[in-house]
């Protein structure tokens, strides 16, 4: 009894297997048009230049960015759509919360610091950073609420923002 396929079997039974699903024809057109709004590679992979980390997540990230899938008959660069999605997202998070922003990059670029300390800074970015982002992105997402919800105080309870006084 034989145990392991040839190179052939395994490409005949691939070839021949149904798909675990199938998507339909306005999903596959939604993924064609989003493949259509990305950008050029070389504003992604000058925003992976632009990065200040290490080479070799620079090379994790551009080997994301050059995955592609078969989706019918099409190629769509699915590490693109990504990006760009990821991209212009952190855009919206910035103009509607840019105190949850600041904190959060505060927050890891800290945390970065705090984890690189000699001795100590492993067990201090093991036990005291996690809370300490918790900590500084909840101040901020407060002070991004309490910006947000002024108006509604003062409008129904009569309070007067802070900045009036």
Request: charged share 25%; glycine share 6%; with cysteine.
């Amino acid at each position: 009894m034989k145990e392991t396929a040839t190179e052939t079997e395994v490409t005949a039974a691939a070839s021949t297997a149904k798909p675990k699903f199938e998507l339909t024809e306005e999903a596959t057109q939604r993924y064609v048009y989003l493949d259509g709004q990305c950008g050029p590679s070389r504003q992604y992979n000058a925003f992976i230049d632009d990065l200040d980390c290490d080479a070799r997540i620079k090379r994790v990230l551009r080997e994301c960015l050059k995955r592609t899938a078969t989706i019918g008959r099409k190629v769509l660069r699915i590490g693109r759509i990504v990006f760009d999605f990821i991209l212009k997202e952190w855009e919206n998070i910035k103009r509607r919360f840019p105190n949850t922003a600041a904190a959060i990059m505060i927050a890891v670029i800290l945390k970065v610091i705090i984890s690189s300390m000699p001795f100590i800074g492993f067990i201090l970015g093991a036990v005291v950073a996690p809370i300490y982002l918790l900590v500084v992105i909840g101040v901020g997402l407060l002070k991004d609420c309490m910006e947000t919800l002024r108006p509604v105080l003062y409008r129904y309870f009569g309070m007067v923002p802070a900045a009036a006084n």
